[in-house]
């Protein structure tokens, strides 16, 4: 497997499937900056390059992960060393699978996968979207290496954009969640790495129990809202502040966002 672009989503995905067993000492990434080379072949112990022309040339397996804003450079470069016996995997925000094959070729056999950081502790949550001449033995080795650092589902195209402004933006906005949490923690008398903790822990328990017993979250919500109790009184004060428009629009305009990434694509 070859990275193009060793950043910290290529080096969080290398070293997790590495530790997985998915891919080889012999994969390679590239990247045009000394401290990023650095720090991937610190975190993954697998070599590094300047020259993508090398990656395209020894690997089957290509991820793109460089920004995109520099995606239609990278096509334009790697192009003519691509075959059709390659696999291409892109992770990156916004550039639609028609710009990748506009870029690489009609024929090529190219993946579209949106990722989120977490994937930097095996907690990844990710969108997959087929494209028209990939295998489905491509569908199947790409879902394989997403489903081994978190969760993945294959989504047709249209719907990666939100995807982008759910789960790629999304933790964002949980890690001002749990900022506000603990801010109140420590309001309330509380020192503030131990209210950061307990806000962390909160969020992650609440997350478990969505997870793991698959009920709708206003179900689980109900159950710990005693009538006239502490629970119900904070979520008035959540309703009466519009947490649930605020999420749902922060949701919304990442995903306009994405798609003016693209090109204004993302969901044509």
């Known amino acids: 497997?070859?990275?193009?672009?060793?950043?910290?989503?290529?080096?969080?995905?290398?070293?997790?499937?590495?530790?997985?067993?998915?891919?080889?000492?012999?994969?390679?990434?590239?990247?045009?900056?000394?401290?990023?080379?650095?720090?991937?072949?610190?975190?993954?112990?697998?070599?590094?390059?300047?020259?993508?022309?090398?990656i395209v040339e020894t690997c089957d397996v290509l991820v793109l992960a460089?920004?995109?804003?520099?995606?239609?450079?990278?096509?334009?470069?790697?192009?003519?060393?691509?075959?059709?016996?390659?696999?291409?995997?892109?992770?990156?925000?916004?550039?639609?699978?028609?710009?990748?094959?506009?870029?690489?070729?009609?024929?090529r056999r190219i993946v579209r996968v949106m990722p989120n950081t977490p994937c930097l502790v095996a907690a990844c949550a990710a969108g997959i979207s087929i494209g028209p001449h990939a295998t489905s033995d491509d569908a199947m080795c790409v879902e394989k290496l997403f489903k081994a650092v978190g969760v993945a589902y294959s989504l047709p195209e249209h719907l990666l954009d939100a995807v982008t402004g759910l789960s790629g933006s999304g933790p964002a906005f949980v890690y001002l969640m749990i900022e506000a949490l603990s801010d109140g923690g420590v309001r309330m008398g509380l020192p503030r790495e131990t209210a950061?903790?307990?806000?962390?822990?909160?969020?992650?328990?609440?997350?478990?129990m969505v997870?793991?017993?698959?009920?709708?979250?206003?179900?689980?919500?109900?159950?710990?809202?005693?009538?006239?109790?502490?629970?119900?009184?904070?979520?008035?004060?959540?309703e009466r502040g519009g947490l649930r428009a605020a999420l749902m629009n922060a949701v919304e305009a990442a995903t306009k966002r994405a798609t003016e990434m693209g090109g204004g694509h993302g969901n044509k």
Do not use: C
């Open 1 to 54: 497997m070859g990275f193009l672009g060793a950043g910290q989503m290529a080096t969080a995905l290398a070293r997790a499937w590495r530790n997985a067993g998915l891919i080889s000492d012999r994969s390679i990434a590239s990247d045009p900056y000394p401290a990023a080379r650095e720090h991937f072949t610190k975190t993954t112990e697998l070599t590094t390059t300047t020259n993508n022309a090398e």
């Open 66 to 107: 460089v920004k995109p804003q520099v995606m239609p450079q990278l096509l334009n470069e790697i192009r003519p060393m691509v075959t059709p016996q390659d696999l291409i995997i892109s992770i990156a925000a916004g550039i639609t699978l028609k710009q990748l094959a506009d870029g690489l070729g009609e024929s």
């Open 196 to 208: 950061t903790m307990l806000a962390a822990q909160t969020l992650l328990g609440a997350a478990k």
């Open 211 to 238: 997870i793991e017993t698959r009920q709708h979250p206003g179900q689980l919500k109900d159950a710990v809202t005693s009538p006239g109790g502490t629970t119900i009184a904070g979520i008035h004060e959540l």
